[in-house]
């Protein structure tokens, strides 16, 4: 039985609430996680804002008026999210899932918040420290794709911008970057004390890995990932096979893997030994723990209204 495996809510609790929004973040707290993942983008007037994507998505984002009469820019839904302003942005309802498919299994499950809007990067931590979740770690992934490199913030600044506000807020130490750009990692090595080396099967080449070939490094993922400078190896769940977990455990690198939402599999994980369940349903998970015996992270009691 493995003493602790941690339990990590993806962009909230994708599956249950709107992803990337102060309630959804709010609810996988409610619940209980280690950790709280969730997406950091720049926007064109330098705000730190979650988001998955580079652009503004039509399955998360619905368009409900211009920021001021006749901007040229609007529509915002579709356009780059570094092209768009704070403001602008700020218009955009991402509170109900609007699915581009009739199979779109999250808009089955998650329950809608119309009138929700894009939080900034400090509008979390300011939420965070309200409601006194200080055990619980926080997960920001940088989103940055170096094959689109208009699309993005410059890394340096991304990450000194992020570790400022980490820092402004006093939460530097609890807290972890990740990126599918390694080239985060090599720039967060002397910043921030956990990183996350994040990677599916589309982004290990040397543009993604910060100019690694797997095929000189034996193709072990992890021991590309302890070059540039990862503490934990986060792969797909499709990527980990015992060839994997053998190569992590030789760089002592544990591996946290993205993401699990079935039960079985996240017990067959568990029993290959990996670190952390990445997951869109905390509320299962849970569960899983409990059956398995596994610790149980606290619950964050919600903000309740004055008077209520």
């Not at 998650?110 to 997960?139: C, E, K, N, W, Y």
């Not at 609890?174 to 080396?197: G, H, K, T």
């Not at 030789?250 to 067959?268: F, I, K, M, S, Y």
């Not at 029993?271 to 349903?281: E, H, R, S």
Request: hydrophobic content about 45%.
């Amino acid at each position: 039985m493995h003493g602790n495996v941690e339990l990590h809510g993806h962009r909230g609790a994708r599956g249950l609430r709107p992803e990337n929004t102060l309630p959804g973040l709010a609810f996988a707290l409610e619940l209980g996680v280690d950790a709280l993942e969730f997406d950091v983008a720049m926007s064109a007037d330098g705000q730190l804002v979650l988001t998955h994507d580079l652009h503004v998505s039509a399955v998360t984002s619905a368009d409900t008026g211009m920021a001021v009469p006749g901007d040229e820019m609007f529509p915002y839904v579709g356009k780059p999210i570094i092209a768009l302003t704070l403001p602008q942005l700020r218009t955009l309802d991402v509170g109900v899932r609007l699915p581009e498919r009739p199979d779109d299994r999250f808009a089955l499950t998650q329950v809608p918040l119309p009138d929700t809007r894009m939080p900034t990067l400090g509008a979390v931590l300011g939420l965070i420290g309200a409601l006194g979740a200080d055990h619980v770690r926080l997960h920001v992934e940088l989103k940055s794709d170096p094959t689109r490199p208009d699309l993005c913030a410059d890394p340096r600044r991304f990450v000194e911008d992020v570790v400022h506000e980490l820092d402004r807020h006093d939460r530097l130490s609890r807290a972890a970057l990740l990126s599918f750009d390694w080239r985060i990692l090599e720039i967060a090595r002397p910043l921030v004390e956990r990183r996350y080396a994040l990677v599916e099967r589309d982004t290990m080449t040397p543009a993604w890995m910060n100019g690694i070939r797997l095929g000189e490094v034996g193709g072990d993922l992890a021991t590309a990932a302890a070059a540039v400078g990862a503490t934990t190896l986060s792969p797909d769940r499709v990527l980990v096979d015992e060839a994997l977990m053998t190569g992590a455990a030789r760089q002592g690198l544990p591996v946290v893997v993205w993401t699990v939402n079935e039960p079985d599999e996240a017990a067959r994980l568990i029993d290959m030994g990996v670190a952390g369940i990445v997951t869109d349903y905390p509320d299962r998970m849970r569960r899983l723990w409990k059956v398995r015996g596994l610790p149980l992270p606290d619950p964050v009691t919600p903000l309740r209204p004055v008077g209520a």
